[in-house]
């Protein structure tokens, strides 16, 4: 196999050029798997990553109470049954620090460290035509030429940082979730503001009340909540998952959303009221995520059966809160439970029973922009703060690469072609960009639908897989064709059309990013389905996919 890495050319403006098989974008769960898998493959292969180390997600996102919302025993790589082995897992549900850890332990086992660039971001990826070659800058001033470029970016890392008007007059100190530094930040005796109650405000407002002078939440849209079981694991729980490794491994590609649990058998119209609850309470005591994603496929589609799911966790929350006035504002009633991401949380709601923390309902008297001491609603009332933390999400999906500069055939641009339609084919390439391959980008199964770990290892053996095809073929280029991408789109809009998902204002949806086109980024058809027919595919030769 051909396998070539020297700096030996010029990038037309004098500067060396190192000359690659392939760049890889990301040091993060995809990044690091995907440079593992090209470099094992044979190819000369390495990864550029803008953070000064390895972890992705787990690197940016160190913020207090960070922690994974998949179980740790399935949130792991399946490709080395040593690496699971030698890693003893401490809890059900990791907190960063470990998840981080986890990663640097995997990084230094495979060795792959030496082929990482740290510190460096692509400013810009142009398609070179006539050398087939994509040419790629960073902002450090370093150019690569490789015949495959992989993007690993991931899905949720390009953080909407600016948002309120007069964001820099704030004196006080301000911490963005999604770029918590390393340094201790400290909570006793100051006024703290958190904005967001996503996933990410979620953790933060209950790791943080109990240490705050006085915590106060600016909440637009309440949540959904599921309460965390999260116990120590013994080394008996260890022996356990070590046992079914292999079992795992096959298992959770099989599921609908990529863990280890999925739908029964019985739907919703085969039980009887009373067996319905029972049903909710034995999974709602599992505190994982499977309340959402095996409980009843019909919430999802069926409105009424979203309706009485809604109404059981509204009912477990309202028990949650003191005052009866609170719980109003707490309980979600716009939308329907699950129809977006629904976080695990612990103790959230008895954050706001206490007397150092106060709810501000944003939603229907907006922030209309900070103040050099707080935060002012749109009554002209000012929150004076000494610290604010904006947990105010992602431009998910599209963000980390359209930001890239990234440039196909004939000049087409990525960023202007996603403004108007976001489309690809399987999530994984973009017709007229050839040889760009993709994870956790729009209309693949990710973080949405899919416990990220399990896609973005099934995607990024896909990748690998069509690039040893190309290799071996000596094939110089893949892109799918215009048509075959055109049905993907259509196949992803159907099936997400017919769920209660596109009908609620989300992350999902990219309703959170003004101007955002409306299309549900993940695909709902499930992480199995997608799975078998990314398969097929490659099983078939690649048909609607253009090889030369
Ligand atoms: P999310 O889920 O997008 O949450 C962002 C939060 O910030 C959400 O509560 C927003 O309210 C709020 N927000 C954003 N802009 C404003 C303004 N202008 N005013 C008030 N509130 C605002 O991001 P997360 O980081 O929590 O989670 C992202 C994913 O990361 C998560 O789903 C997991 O998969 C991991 P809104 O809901 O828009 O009313």
Not at 19 to 46: M, N, P, T, W
Not at 48 to 61: E, F, H, I, L, P
Request: net charge negative.
């Amino acid at each position: 196999m051909n396998s070539a890495s020297n700096t030996n050319g010029s990038n037309g403006n004098g500067a060396a050029v190192t000359d690659l098989d392939a760049l890889v974008i990301g040091a993060g769960i995809a990044g690091l798997y995907q440079l593992y898998r090209l470099r094992e493959a044979g190819l000369s292969v390495k990864s550029v990553d803008a953070a000064s180390d390895v972890g992705g997600t787990w690197y940016w996102n160190r913020y207090p109470g960070a922690r994974v919302d998949s179980q740790s025993y399935i949130y792991q790589y399946w490709f080395s049954r040593e690496l699971c082995e030698d890693w003893d897992w401490s809890e059900r549900f990791p907190a960063q620090p470990e998840a981080e850890r986890y990663l640097h332990y995997v990084t230094e086992r495979c060795d792959l460290r030496k082929d990482i660039i740290f510190d460096t971001r692509v400013t810009s990826a142009v398609y070179d035509e006539a050398a087939k070659k994509w040419l790629i800058g960073t902002d450090t001033g370093r150019t690569f030429r490789a015949k495959y470029f992989v993007s690993c970016a991931g899905m949720l890392s390009s953080p909407l940082l600016t948002r309120f008007a007069g964001q820099d007059r704030f004196k006080g100190e301000v911490y963005y979730t999604a770029q918590w530094p390393k340094k201790e930040v400290t909570y006793a005796g100051k006024r703290v503001g958190v904005i967001g109650t996503g996933a990410t405000g979620i953790q933060v407002i209950q790791t943080i009340a109990p240490l705050a002078g006085h915590l106060t939440v600016f909440q637009r849209t309440p949540q959904y909540i599921i309460p965390m079981r999260n116990p120590l694991l013994q080394d008996e729980d260890r022996k356990r998952y070590r046992g079914e490794f292999d079992t795992l491994k096959t298992r959770i590609r099989e599921t609908f959303a990529g863990f280890d649990y999925d739908f029964g058998d019985k739907g919703y119209d085969d039980l009887t009221p009373q067996e319905r609850r029972e049903h909710m309470e034995k999974i709602w005591a599992d505190g994982s995520l499977s309340f959402w994603l095996t409980t009843f496929p019909e919430m999802f589609f069926v409105e009424s059966v979203n309706n009485e799911v809604s109404d059981f966790v509204r009912e477990k929350m309202r028990s949650r809160i003191d005052d009866p006035a609170l719980a109003e504002k707490l309980l979600p009633t716009t939308y329907g439970f699950g129809t977006h991401r629904v976080p695990l949380e612990s103790q959230y709601l008895e954050a706001f029973n206490r007397d150092n923390v106060d709810l501000v309902d944003v939603s229907d008297n907006a922030i209309d922009g900070l103040t050099e001491t707080g935060v002012r609603t749109a009554d002209g009332t000012v929150c004076d703060l000494d610290m604010l933390i904006l947990a105010t999400g992602f431009d998910a999906g599209t963000g980390s690469l359209t930001r890239m500069g990234i440039r196909g055939r004939d000049g087409r641009a990525l960023k202007d072609e996603w403004s108007k339609d976001i489309r690809s084919m399987l999530g994984m390439q973009v017709h007229g960009y050839p040889n760009l391959f993709m994870t956790a980008a729009p209309l693949a199964p990710s973080a949405a639908f899919c416990n990220m770990t399990t896609c973005l290892q099934q995607q990024v053996d896909w990748i690998t897989d069509c690039i040893v095809h190309m290799q071996r073929n000596g094939i110089d280029t893949m892109e799918p064709t215009r048509e075959a991408e055109e049905e993907w789109v259509r196949h992803h809009d159907e099936t997400a059309n017919a769920t209660l998902v596109t009908k609620t204002h989300s992350w999902y949806m990219g309703s959170n990013v003004k101007g955002k086109q409306r299309r549900l980024l993940s695909y709902i058809g499930g992480a199995n389905r997608y799975h078998e027919r990314c398969d097929q595919i490659a099983r078939d030769g690649y048909p609607g996919f253009a090889l030369s």
